[in-house]
């Protein structure tokens, strides 16, 4: 009995110092436990998007190219309303979706070797490229494609802010979505 109440107090000192499988960061009382907004990218396509949180509800439009980032503005256990490049929303099932963090380039630009303007350049984005986020600073964010990191002004990204895009309270609408969607 003794042992077991050692062994109790040892896991208790370690979830205070170490951890022991606690999560540092408070969780969100959202149906997922992540905080609302915040991102996601498209996981597979094609993957549909819908009026309402279900099956039974009609398609609005399909992504037909996985990558594209998306912000979630409400969920449901299930389902994520989302917010897309052009202001459109509509409801994706959670598991089209992943945390892995995308931006578009919403104008071509440079990706600069620092985090300043006039840095060297490594590479140039198209407008309506997609690449990986690894994370924004002080109005710049740094980019990854392939073996190329590099850093872009935050203002040319759409992916990136921090406040809802999108009012949740509104319908789910059928955009243009010219960058990654086919309707």
Wanted: aromatic share 6%; charged share 20%.
């Amino acid at each position: 009995m003794a042992a077991t109440g050692v062994k109790a107090a040892a896991c208790t000192l370690l979830l205070l110092s170490a951890g022991c499988g606690a999560v540092s960061e408070e969780k969100a009382d959202t149906p997922s436990g992540y905080p609302v907004p915040r991102w996601v990218s498209v996981r597979g396509a094609p993957a549909s998007m819908r009026t309402g949180p279900g099956l039974d509800y009609p398609i609005l439009w399909q992504f037909e190219r996985s990558g594209a980032p998306l912000q979630v503005v409400t969920e449901t256990e299930e389902w994520r309303k989302v917010c897309g490049p052009d202001g459109s929303m509509a409801w994706i099932h959670r598991s089209l979706t992943t945390g892995r963090r995308r931006v578009i380039a919403l104008e071509a630009t440079a990706v600069l070797a620092r985090a300043e303007a006039g840095s060297g350049v490594r590479a140039r984005l198209t407008q309506g490229a997609m690449v990986s986020l690894e994370a924004c600073e002080n109005g710049w964010c740094e980019l990854r494609s392939g073996d190329i990191r590099g850093w872009a002004p935050e203002a040319a990204l759409f992916g990136t802010a921090a406040q809802p895009l999108c009012d949740p309270r509104q319908p789910a609408t059928r955009g243009g979505l010219a960058l990654d969607a086919a309707g």
